[in-house]
């Protein structure tokens, strides 16, 4: 079985701030991973995926992850964060098409 | 590309009633689609999954004679609650799945309200 693990349900930084969401999965088989954003009442849209090609994925809004199998994480990480990125975050590790998600972070951006 | 509609964005209705929501991806072809619900503050949690012209596949715990999921083309995929109750109130997601890849594209999302 399959599963991700969200670390931490909320996570505050000020705007300008370095953003990190961590994200730890288990699989028992090379997995693909995901990365979602969801605003208030919206459904989710993909941030960036991970698909055996480049461990250092980059994806939209200045979002990137590192796939590290030693380690079993994708942690998200954005150098900057801005206001517009307050959303819910969910990481996700998927197998024939099974797709399992996080809990999901609450990221919060203080002015 | 590889967008996703759902019809309606919300609704209310009466319990007893049926409900019916469609999903449609606009730009590609569909062979799976999937169906969640997410709760207040919550994940998303699958109920269904179904391909294109065949029945679809429920998670443990869903009852299909309540969730009747049809998926008769490449890009339409409908979920029925039959005699909704106030319990059925939630937000239902779907997804679809090219023909290629494991990248699902959601939908916006329905939020369901039964009174």
């Known amino acids: 079985a399959q599963s991700v693990t969200q670390l ?23 997995p693909y991973l995901f990365w979602y954003v969801q605003y208030p009442n919206q459904g989710l849209q993909l941030l960036l995926k991970y698909t055996s090609a480049a461990t250092l994925v980059k994806g ?41 998600f996080g809990a999901g972070t609450r990221l919060t951006v203080k002015p | 590309g590889a967008v996703v509609s759902q019809h309606p964005s919300r609704v209310i209705c009466k319990s007893g009633t049926s409900v019916k929501i469609e999903c449609r991806s606009l730009d590609f072809q569909a062979t799976t689609m999937f169906w969640y619900r997410q709760f207040p503050k919550q994940s998303l949690m699958l109920m269904a999954t179904s391909n294109e012209g065949s029945k679809a596949t429920y998670e443990q715990g869903v009852e299909k004679d309540k969730f009747l999921i049809n998926h008769a083309s490449l890009t339409l995929s409908t979920l029925t609650v039959t005699s909704a109750h106030p319990e059925d109130s939630s937000f239902y ?23």
């Open chain 1, 8 to 30: 931490g349900s909320h996570v505050s930084v000020s705007e300008g701030a370095l953003v990190l969401l961590r994200c730890n999965y288990s699989s028992s088989v090379p």
């Open chain 2, 93 to 115: 997601i779907c997804s679809a799945a090219g023909t290629s890849g494991e990248t699902q594209y959601f939908g916006p999302g329905t939020r369901l309200l039964v009174l």
């Open chain 1, 60 to 100: 939209i809004n200045g979002f990137e992850a590192e796939f590290k199998k030693s380690e079993t994480s994708f942690h998200l990480t954005k150098p900057s964060a801005h206001m517009s990125d307050a959303a819910e975050y969910f990481c996700a590790v998927s197998r024939s098409r099974d797709m399992r």
